[in-house]
């Protein structure tokens, strides 16, 4: 097995969004979401298709508590990039997923990994799924042992696009958005993987994401979901 992040790196453990999420957001958004064929169950955070790099040492198996609580803001959020002003659904959809498929385990521990993560999520609880976008990062002994080995890695985006059913249920009644302003969005991308000995190697990604752009603010995250609709 690789030493990296399992499967979708930042994308794989995701339990998906909570039945109380699927209502709040399914209820504002209701000829948004549930247009696309039962969105919340069927979107994902793991890539639907990947490359396999090298071999490199073999790595534990394990992930986060679904329940975890954010660590606190004191902790920093170390090589985590802070949120960018971006007022655009697909334009900081695609700076999420960016900052989903990086990581520096040289730097940053697991709870400044988090603490990054969820200065990009929306303030707003009730549309706020922190368990999907905390529930995308190893356990704690996971996370070490990628450290001893040095683990990090980058991701370059190739693009982003609302999912046909989304545009088309939005065309069918734009007014469903406009109390959440909640907007799925797809993402595509390559992650690159490094290790300790030279090693690594690079995986195609694609996740959907739920993004929060209310008029004249900028845009924040809502939620990762459990698997890709393209």
Known sequence: MRKRFPSSSLSSYGSGW??????????????????????V?????????????????????????????????SSGSGSVPKPPQIAEPVAYAKAAAQMLWSYDTRDTSRDQQLAGMRAWMTTETKYADWTSVAGQVPDAVLWSRMADQDQHATAHITEGHY??????????????????????VTVNGKQTLSWKKGGGGAEERAVTLAVQCRPNHDCTLAAIAPSVTQ
């Open 18 to 39: 909570s039945t109380n999420q699927r209502i709040a957001i399914g209820a504002t958004v209701v000829a948004v979401l549930l247009a696309l064929a039962g969105v």
């Open 41 to 73: 169950a069927l979107l994902t955070g793991g890539g639907n298709s990947q490359q396999t790099p090298d071999a490199a040492p073999p790595a534990p198996t394990g992930g986060p508590s679904h329940s975890e609580a954010a660590p606190k803001p």
């Open 163 to 184: 999912p046909g059913a989304f545009k088309q249920a939005l065309a069918e009644d734009p007014s469903a958005i406009t109390e959440a302003y909640i907007y799925v």
